[in-house]
T-cell receptor
Framework: GAGVSQSPSNKVTEKGKDVELRCDPI?????LYWYRQSLGQGLEFLIY????????KSGLPSDRFSAERTGGSVSTLTIQRTQQEDSAVYLC?????????????FGPGTRLTVL | AQSVTQLDSQVPVFEEAPVELRCNYS??????LFWYVQYPNQGLQLLLK??????LVKGINGFEAEFNKSQTSFHLRKPSVHISDTAEYFC?????????????FGSGTKLNVKP
């Protein structure tokens, strides 16, 4: 079956503009995660959804970052007034449930470049 | 909160040689352990995981890892590497926090297999 998909694969934007990143999880997966991968860094947790609710938003780096999930499926991560330090690869993952024993399946990521 | 340390950012090795990629984490209380691999320009995929039971875990592509509770380590090994194993490897730990199992990732180890 289809894996996790993300769009766009690459996004170049100017400082100060807003961007939206999209994630389509695997069908039937109730848990969805957003991570940020900066050059030379590990994966930084941003936010987690169980269904449509986000019990944990602790990783969002500032109030310029927000995310939503509708219909228990597609999720969008929005970055307002982008800054150069927002440049990174944004990864989405989904898992069957939020239990820690469940493997997270990752999408290919969106590479964001802020000029 | 957990922290995950991958001491080696890069590991060069010749083809058919053995390799060990090291991973240490901060707390052994109720953890699940994972190794993910990221091939160039691809998303992360699961190599293996430890949930419970035998401390030696076998994964895909001939990789294995050993859970050592006393040393809080989960080192990844392969007795004979191939060129195709060239990739970045991430160790991840999951523990119970805030009603869901949050994944903590290490900063990654780039394995470069030379002919």
């Amino acid at each position: 079956g289809a894996g996790v998909s993300q769009s766009p694969s690459n996004k170049v934007t100017e400082k100060g503009k807003d961007v939206e990143l999209r994630c389509d999880p695997i069908s039937g997966h109730t848990a969805l995660y957003w991570y940020r991968q900066s050059l030379g860094q590990g994966l930084e947790f941003l936010i987690y959804f169980q269904g449509n609710s986000a019990p944990d938003k602790s990783g969002l780096p500032s109030d310029r970052f927000s995310a939503e999930r509708t219909g228990g499926s597609v999720s969008t991560l929005t970055i307002q007034r982008t800054q150069q330090e927002d440049s990174a690869v944004y990864l989405c993952a989904s898992s069957l449930t939020s239990g820690g024993h469940n493997e997270q399946f990752f999408g290919p990521g969106t590479r964001l470049t802020v000029l | 909160a957990q922290s995950v340390t991958q001491l080696d950012s890069q590991v060069p090795v010749f083809e058919e040689a053995p390799v060990e990629l090291r991973c240490n984490y901060s707390s052994s209380v109720s953890v699940y352990l994972f190794w993910y691999v990221q091939y160039p320009n691809q998303g992360l995929q699961l190599l293996l995981k430890y949930l419970s039971g035998s401390t030696l875990v076998k994964g895909i592509n001939g990789f294995e890892a050993e859970f050592n509770k006393s040393q809080t380590s989960f080192h990844l090994r392969k007795p004979s590497v191939h060129i195709s194993d060239t990739a970045e490897y991430f160790c991840a730990v999951s523990d119970r926090w805030n009603n869901f199992n949050k994944f903590y990732f290490g900063s990654g180890t780039k394995l470069n297999v030379k002919p």
